[in-house]
């Protein structure tokens, strides 16, 4: 609504009603404006994982990516959903979300999830990892998204031939976007495959290997209270809490873990 519309129409209104709608106004318009702050506000979303934009920080992570709503994008292994239902709002009208999700535990949990909610869900494409990848056409995606799953990869050690396929199913100058819990640089590299943190250094390696550029990184996920060296790993923090109400409100004033954000880019030649 232009100015003299929004006037005109205030002034038709009763005084209360009038500030009423004008306020309204005000506070809508950022939203409306910015297409990741709308999808963050759907009344889809869930409170559970509303509560925890503080940790996640999606608004600005999803910005660093250069995400926008008209765009074909991957999220590999969504597992319960946590993204998908900021994704799946803000690609829908003019993008494409496609959910590559590994076969195994997850899977039936996700398609329940999916499926609870088919009016926000409904144009997710849910494709089983690692069976029906060659589904998604080689070099038609414009962004492939991974969530705190890299160090599940190490762990299982497919972590080369899952970056290959992100690679082929990228389009050239395709972004790739990494998310997941640091281990600092200078602690024995062993822990990779039991703490559920990686180096930034393994991680670029392992992107770099399968024919990424580095782009950059941001710290908007940083969280420098964690020291990475809990007594069952990056699961002893919060969500997980693997401790149960051992030292409770410690982890718990700690917060989730520090996160590296990562962006690299399938080079256009």
Same mark, same amino acid.
């Given at each position: 609504?232009?100015?003299?519309?929004?006037?005109?129409?205030?002034?038709?209104?009763?005084?209360?009603?009038?500030?009423?709608?004008?306020?309204?106004?005000?506070?809508?318009?950022? #939203?409306?404006?910015?297409?990741?702050?709308?999808?963050?506000?759907?009344?889809?979303?869930?409170?559970?994982?509303?509560?925890?934009?503080?940790?996640?920080?999606?608004?600005?992570?999803?910005?660093?990516?250069?995400?926008?709503?008209?765009?074909?994008?991957?999220?590999?292994?969504?597992?319960?959903? =946590?993204?998908?239902?900021?994704?799946?709002?803000?690609?829908?009208?003019?993008?494409?979300?496609?959910?590559?999700?590994?076969?195994?535990?997850?899977?039936?949990?996700?398609?329940?999830?999916?499926?609870?909610?088919?009016?926000?869900?409904?144009?997710?494409?849910?494709?089983?990892?690692?069976?029906?990848?060659?589904?998604?056409?080689?070099?038609? #995606?414009?962004?492939?998204?991974?969530?705190?799953?890299?160090?599940?990869? #190490?762990?299982?050690?497919?972590?080369?031939?899952?970056?290959?396929?992100?690679?082929?199913?990228?389009?050239?100058?395709?972004?790739?976007?990494?998310?997941?819990?640091?281990?600092?640089?200078?602690?024995?590299?062993?822990?990779?495959?039991?703490?559920?943190?990686?180096?930034?250094?393994?991680?670029?390696?392992?992107?770099?290997?399968?024919?990424?550029?580095?782009?950059?990184?941001?710290?908007?996920?940083?969280?420098?209270?964690?020291?990475?060296? =809990?007594?069952?790993? #990056? =699961?002893?923090?919060?969500?997980?809490?693997?401790?149960?109400?051992?030292?409770?409100?410690?982890?718990?004033?700690?917060?989730?873990?520090?996160?590296?954000?990562?962006?690299?880019?399938?080079?256009?030649?």
């Amino acid at each position: 609504m232009n100015r003299l519309a929004l006037l005109a129409a205030l002034v038709a209104l009763p005084a209360g009603a009038a500030i009423a709608q004008h306020a309204h106004h005000q506070a809508a318009s950022p #939203v409306a404006d910015d297409p990741i702050a709308a999808a963050i506000a759907a009344p889809s979303r869930t409170p559970k994982n509303v509560a925890r934009d503080k940790y996640r920080h999606p608004a600005e992570t999803l910005a660093f990516f250069g995400m926008t709503p008209s765009a074909t994008v991957v999220e590999y292994s969504p597992s319960g959903g =946590w993204y998908t239902e900021i994704l799946a709002p803000l690609l829908r009208d003019h993008g494409s979300f496609y959910a590559l999700q590994p076969t195994g535990r997850y899977m039936d949990g996700y398609k329940a999830f999916l499926a609870a909610r088919p009016d926000a869900y409904d144009k997710v494409k849910l494709v089983a990892y690692p069976e029906e990848t060659a589904s998604i056409p080689a070099n038609s #995606v414009d962004t492939v998204l991974t969530f705190r799953n890299v160090h599940n990869m #190490v762990m299982a050690g497919n972590e080369a031939a899952t970056f290959k396929a992100f690679f082929d199913m990228l389009k050239p100058g395709g972004t790739l976007g990494v998310v997941d819990h640091r281990l600092p640089e200078d602690r024995d590299t062993a822990l990779e495959k039991s703490s559920g943190y990686l180096k930034v250094s393994t991680i670029r390696r392992i992107a770099q290997a399968a024919g990424f550029d580095y782009v950059g990184a941001s710290e908007v996920n940083a969280n420098p209270k964690d020291t990475a060296d =809990w007594p069952k790993g #990056v =699961w002893t923090l919060p969500p997980t809490l693997s401790q149960k109400d051992v030292d409770r409100d410690t982890y718990l004033a700690i917060g989730e873990s520090d996160r590296m954000t990562l962006k690299f880019r399938k080079p256009a030649q």
